[in-house]
C-alpha cells in the first residue's frame, strides 16, 4: 500500500467514524428530547432506552476508532519518542473506553424493554411493552403513532409473576388477544391468557 493510499484510506474511515459518532449523538438527543414530552421513541420493537443504550455502544466505538486514527494521522511524521507516548496514551484512552462500553452494556442489559403491536381500535395502534428487569417482568399498554408511543391514559396492568422476578418471559408474554367492547380495551397474553391489561377507550 502506498503512502498516498494509506493516507486516503485514514481519512475516510476517520470520516467514516466522525459521521457515524455525530449520528448516534444525534439519536441520543431525539431520544431523550421525545421522553421530555412524555412519550418514547420506538423503531420497530425497540424503545428510546434501548435506542440510547445502542447508540451509547456505536458512539463508543466510534470514539475508539477516531482516537487510535487521529494519534497515528496527528505523529505520522513525528520522531519515535512522540509517536511512543501519543499512541500510547492514545491505546489507554482507548482501553478506557472500551471498558466504559462493557459497563454500558451490562447496565443495559440488566432491563429491557420490547414494544409488541397487537391491534388497531379506532384507527390507532395498540402496543405493549414488554418490560423485563431485575424486579420482574411488567407489562403497560399504549398507542402508536408513527415512531412514538404514549401510554394509555387510565391503563391497568400489573406486575407478572413472583416479586422475585423468577419467571420466564416467554411463557409470560406473547399470544396477545385484543379485545373491545364500547368503552373498553383489553389485552389478554401468556399461557391461557392469565395476564390481563385494560384500558378505557377513547
Same mark, same amino acid.
Given at each position: 500500500?502506498?503512502?498516498?493510499?494509506?493516507?486516503? !484510506?485514514?481519512?475516510?474511515?476517520?470520516?467514516?467514524?466522525?459521521?457515524?459518532?455525530?449520528?448516534?449523538?444525534?439519536?441520543?438527543?431525539?431520544?431523550?428530547?421525545?421522553?421530555?414530552?412524555?412519550?418514547?421513541?420506538?423503531?420497530?420493537?425497540?424503545?428510546?432506552?434501548?435506542?440510547?443504550?445502542?447508540?451509547?455502544? =456505536? !458512539?463508543?466505538?466510534?470514539?475508539?476508532?477516531?482516537?487510535?486514527?487521529?494519534?497515528?494521522?496527528?505523529?505520522?511524521?513525528?520522531?519515535?519518542?512522540?509517536?511512543?507516548?501519543?499512541?500510547? !496514551?492514545?491505546?489507554? /484512552?482507548?482501553?478506557? =473506553?472500551?471498558?466504559?462500553?462493557? =459497563?454500558?452494556?451490562?447496565?443495559? !442489559? /440488566?432491563?429491557?424493554?420490547?414494544?409488541?403491536?397487537?391491534?388497531?381500535?379506532?384507527?390507532?395502534?395498540?402496543?405493549?411493552?414488554?418490560?423485563?428487569?431485575?424486579?420482574?417482568?411488567?407489562?403497560?399498554?399504549?398507542?402508536?403513532?408513527?415512531?412514538? =408511543?404514549?401510554?394509555?391514559?387510565?391503563?391497568?396492568?400489573?406486575?407478572?409473576?413472583?416479586?422475585?422476578?423468577?419467571?420466564?418471559?416467554?411463557?409470560?408474554?406473547?399470544?396477545?388477544?385484543?379485545?373491545?367492547?364500547?368503552?373498553?380495551?383489553?389485552?389478554?397474553?401468556?399461557?391461557?391468557?392469565?395476564?390481563?391489561?385494560?384500558?378505557?377507550?377513547?
Amino acid at each position: 500500500m502506498t503512502a498516498t493510499t494509506a493516507t486516503t !484510506a485514514t481519512r475516510v474511515v476517520l470520516g467514516a467514524a466522525a459521521a457515524v459518532l455525530l449520528a448516534s449523538v444525534a439519536v441520543t438527543v431525539l431520544a431523550r428530547h421525545v421522553a421530555a414530552g412524555r412519550g418514547t421513541l420506538v423503531v420497530g420493537a425497540l424503545g428510546g432506552t434501548t435506542l440510547v443504550m445502542v447508540a451509547a455502544l =456505536v !458512539a463508543g466505538v466510534a470514539l475508539i476508532v477516531l482516537i487510535l486514527g487521529l494519534a497515528w494521522w496527528l505523529t505520522r511524521r513525528s520522531g519515535f519518542w512522540p509517536q511512543l507516548l501519543v499512541r500510547s !496514551a492514545a491505546s489507554l /484512552l482507548a482501553v478506557v =473506553v472500551g471498558l466504559g462500553l462493557c =459497563v454500558v452494556a451490562w447496565l443495559g !442489559a /440488566l432491563g429491557f424493554v420490547r414494544y409488541v403491536d397487537v391491534g388497531t381500535v379506532d384507527g390507532r395502534t395498540v402496543v405493549v411493552a414488554e418490560y423485563q428487569s431485575l424486579a420482574g417482568l411488567g407489562a403497560v399498554l399504549g398507542y402508536r403513532d408513527g415512531w412514538l =408511543v404514549t401510554p394509555v391514559p387510565g391503563a391497568t396492568g400489573r406486575e407478572i409473576g413472583p416479586d422475585d422476578g423468577a419467571v420466564d418471559p416467554q411463557a409470560e408474554f406473547g399470544g396477545y388477544r385484543l379485545e373491545l367492547t364500547a368503552d373498553r380495551v383489553t389485552v389478554r397474553f401468556g399461557a391461557d391468557g392469565r395476564n390481563v391489561l385494560t384500558a378505557p377507550r377513547r
